[in-house]
């Protein structure tokens, strides 16, 4: 074979593996039944909520859940907050006994997300081993939410994680539900700048939406099914017997990847639980007006889905994984690394395809006319794929006219080539060895940030 040939079938081999991929997960996710509710009595609740500079929405975050669900701890952790969020946790704290700061401070803090969920673990120990004896099967009624400073969890999230296919379930140690950004219909995500400037912000806002609610919670019920459901940053929630488990090996259950919150759904189920995928349900939160804070976040996102690939020969080895499972989180982990490969195939195709036609006999208009068949081809096989999901949000998760579906496929394909951004971004950053924690701002600092500059 030829440089040429060899170039051709990797290219083909990546395409049926992500067209594969692709059908794999939009077939269940159109299929799913709804999820039955259970009794949130039998168990206690507790939420972990990381704070580092949250002092924007930390405080409607605390009176708001508490509000909702009066039976939940909430276990605020003030990662060595510098705008005042560590006075708002105490004040809330004096005023309301289901309220427990969790304040860490320099040098230990802001050394990342896991690190600050680790200290809120010790510190809940060590409350429920003050507080009361513990009954044989009090870790396993012992439910840990995590979620982040601005997150809203539904009315019925509580109902539905205590479900029969859920918690209800002894086998179950961990869950993740569905994630929706709350700021999706906000009309104005930029204020005091141009129109321009706001309907790129609400593109990107409709977009991250679209994505979490179709193509990432359809992997998630693909998942279901090869029983290897991966836990998100906001919206987890773990049985305290899965977390104790998961710690066995180092001590704590968070690791130290940028992606924690999947690092810990692999050790939980390496321990030998189940983790499931609740979508009837859901926890909101803002999304990104601005493409620089985006690829920021999702090169974050991606350095650590590169760093967690140092399971994949633990998931292989392990009995608690089914086969389809360890192949779907290999296939998951080595996405990066096939995208990688991807920025060289892709357009080296291109290139190849370009020259050839300049060389062939007839000229390369004569050429373009006889392989103008390229041009549907690429339509089925590189656009409709990511635009069907908007389609299916505008069909099943919110009414919305069809032209708007078809305006936003439009939108999400190329949308989805930021991942490209970021894998390149990610593995500068682990070639450099940098593996620091870069927090994400909110967009009520960012805006203030914007107004003092523009001051």
């Not at 059908?23 to 039998?42: H, K, Q, S, W």
């Not at 899965?242 to 999947?262: F, H, I, M, Q």
């Not at 995928?277 to 601005?290: F, G, M, N, R, W």
Request: include cysteine; charged fraction near 20%; glycine fraction near 8%.
């Amino acid at each position: 074979m030829t440089p040429l040939d060899i170039l051709y079938a990797l290219s083909f081999v990546f395409l049926v593996m992500f067209l594969t991929y692709t059908t794999l997960i939009v077939v269940p996710f159109l299929r799913r039944p709804r999820a039955a509710e259970g009794d949130t009595a039998p168990f206690e609740w507790h939420a972990f909520l990381p704070c580092r500079d949250e002092a924007a929405v930390v405080e409607a975050t605390m009176t708001r859940t508490r509000e909702r669900f009066p039976q939940i701890h909430l276990w605020m952790i003030d990662d060595a907050s510098t705008d005042g969020t560590g006075e708002l946790i105490a004040r809330a704290a004096g005023a309301d006994s289901f309220i427990h700061p969790v304040l860490r401070t320099l040098p230990d803090a802001r050394s990342g997300k896991g690190a600050a969920l680790n200290a809120a673990f010790v510190q809940l120990d060590a409350w429920r081993s003050r507080e009361r004896a513990r009954a044989a099967d009090d870790d396993d009624r012992t439910i840990v939410v995590v979620v982040d400073a601005d997150g809203d969890l539904a009315p019925d999230a509580l109902r539905q994680a205590a479900g029969p296919a859920a918690f209800g379930d002894p086998l179950v140690g961990a869950l993740q539900v569905a994630v929706r950004m709350n700021n999706r219909d906000d009309p104005s995500p930029s204020p005091g700048r141009g129109r321009l400037a706001s309907a790129w912000a609400r593109s990107l806002i409709r977009m991250q939406d679209i994505e979490f609610r179709t193509t990432i919670a359809a992997m998630q019920i693909l998942r279901m099914r090869t029983v290897s459901v991966g836990l998100g940053g906001n919206g987890q929630f773990t049985r305290l017997s899965a977390l104790r488990a998961a710690s066995l090996d180092t001590g704590e259950p968070w690791g130290d990847a940028l992606l924690e919150d999947y690092e810990v759904g692999l050790r939980i189920m390496l321990a030998g639980y189940r983790t499931v995928y609740v979508h009837d349900t859901y926890v909101s939160q803002e999304a990104l007006p601005s493409a620089r804070r985006l690829l920021t976040q999702r090169t974050r996102w991606c350095q650590g889905g590169m760093q967690c690939g140092r399971y994949i020969p633990h998931i292989f080895g392990s009995r608690s994984f089914t086969n389809a499972g360890a192949f779907e989180a290999a296939y998951f982990l080595a996405i990066p690394y096939i995208q990688l490969l991807g920025l060289i195939v892709w357009p080296s195709v291109a290139i190849a395809m370009i020259v050839t036609g300049a060389l062939a006999p007839g000229g390369f208009l004569s050429w373009a006319w006889q392989s103008a068949w390229i041009l549907p081809l690429w339509v089925a096989t590189g656009i409709l794929p990511f635009a069907l999901w908007p389609i299916v949000y505008t069909r099943r998760e919110e009414r919305h006219p069809l032209w708007k579906g078809l305006l936003w496929g439009l939108g999400y394909w190329l949308y989805m080539y930021q991942s490209y951004v970021c894998v390149a971004r990610a593995l500068g950053r682990l070639l450099t060895r940098r593996n620091g924690w870069t927090k994400t701002r909110r967009n009520a600092d960012a805006d203030r940030l914007l107004r003092a500059v523009e001051v």
